[in-house]
Each structure stands twice: as C-alpha cells, then as structure tokens.
C-alpha cells in the first residue's frame, strides 16, 4: 500500500482544514487507517485512527471535539477534517495504514503502523 497525504496549508487560528490520505491498492478497504503528526522540534503523536469498517473511530485527547476522521473505500481515501485550529496544532501530518489488532496501545503506537505516506504540512498561525 503506497499512501500520499495532501491538503495542508497556512491557516489562522480558529480556521480549518481537510486533509486528504489517498492510498493505492485493492486492499484499502481492508485497512484501519490513522493519522499522525510531528510538531516542529518534537516526536511524532497519535492523531485519530479508523477501523477499516469506518464503524469504529479514536482520537487524541488533544484533538476530540475539534477533528474528524473519516474514508471513503470506494475512493481509497481517508479523511482528516480540522476544525477550530489551534498555533500548537502546527506539525507535518502523516497518514499510516494497516494495524494487527484495534486496540487503543496498538493504534496509538506508531511503530505499529504497517505502512506510512509522506507528511503534509499544516501551519497555524495566531
């Protein structure tokens, strides 16, 4: 599964955002799906995940009420609406594919994620 995120952009503060995961291959919708993002100078975070069903969604504490997280297997695309941006959501976004297990220790984990796209960058400026 080859993933490519776009859709990031300078926004001000309150503003919002969709981004875009679109992912290549049949298997897609076999999937659970799940964004990431690295603040400038810090580690990588969860964001929001997915099941590959749709039927089950999990968010960052940090993020709840404020992004969306959504797909749409017949376009091989996973979706990341932001709304209500804020100066420290700034960070290059990333989407990951493919997790051996929903569990919350398991989607949260990075290292678990089976494939990942190349970042977008979203800025947020107050």
């Known amino acids: 599964v080859q993933l490519q995120a776009f859709g990031g952009g300078l926004v001000q503060a309150g503003g919002s955002l969709r981004l875009s995961c679109a992912a290549s291959g049949r298997t897609f919708s076999s999937y659970a799906m799940g964004w990431f993002r690295q603040p400038p100078g810090k580690e990588r975070e969860f964001v929001a995940a997915?099941?590959?069903?749709?039927?089950?969604?999990y968010y960052a504490d940090s993020v709840k009420g404020r992004f969306s997280i959504s797909r749409d297997n017949a376009k091989n695309t996973v979706y990341l609406q932001m709304n209500s941006l804020k100066p420290e959501d700034t960070a290059v976004y990333y989407c990951a594919a493919g997790i051996p297990v929903w569990t919350i220790v398991v989607l949260t984990t990075g290292a678990m994620w089976h494939y990942w796209g190349k970042g977008t960058l979203v800025t947020v400026s107050s």
């Open positions: 997915i099941s590959w069903s749709a039927g089950s969604t």
